[in-house]
């Protein structure tokens, strides 16, 4: 019997095999995971949470840098005629069983969560239009437009859910000493920076429920805050102040 990854185009299986991420979902050989079809919207929660900092899946509106993008890495063999529950093999037998020349830890997720994440995947992956109803309630709304300083704070919290984006859009504050704060209760690592004005500041690493906070003074005009690590910035964690 062909594996999971031998029945997939020769131009997929190489660019899947060199592919490395911090939660790299493709890029495996090995036979086949036999499952059930799994539970979507905990197998979307799951990805945003584990996986959506290192990859893109449309979507799940993850905007990962580190890893594969998973619509790219797929399309063709879908394009082609392969059955996304080929994809599911794949996916879940690279969360099992990763490549290991690259960094992604071996079973981020176990049981009928990798069973779960597999299956949104299988089902999300290269898939055009947005998730509706219960998918599309999974997460929860990604960002709002704009934080308010309140008494010389301002809040600006990282997304709960591990997405690489602030709740907020854009901020704004008036002028004078400010104490900056942004809680992250994922487990994903996030800071808070800021640029502009003179101002090149960063706060500390955070994660699982800390918060990193920055004490500034602002002048009249506009900064952009944004986290600083690795390619969270490039991946949507950015925005403008706004200080009048």
Known sequence: MRTAVARLPR???????????????VGLGGCAVKHAQGDLVNGKKLFVAKCGSCHVLNRAATKGTVGPNLDQAFDRALHDGFQRSVV????????????????????????QAAVDVAAYVGYAVARQGKDTGALAAAVGAAQQALAT?????????????????YTFKNA????????????NKSTVPHDISIQGNGLNQNGPVVSNGGTSTLKVTLK?????FYCSVDAHRQAGMVGQITVK
């Open 149 to 165: 300083e309140q008494n010389g704070a301002l809040t600006i919290p990282a997304n709960p859910t591990g997405q690489l984006l």
């Open 220 to 224: 009249p005009g506009t900064y952009t």
């Open 172 to 183: 704004q504050a008036k002028p004078g000493p400010v104490t900056i704060q942004s809680p």
């Open 88 to 111: 599911r093999e794949v996916v879940e037998k690279q969360i099992l069983y990763p490549n290991i020349n690259g960094v992604m830890p071996a079973k981020l997720v176990r049981g």
């Open 11 to 25: 131009r997929l299986r190489a660019g899947v095999l060199v592919a490395g991420g911090a939660a790299a979902l």
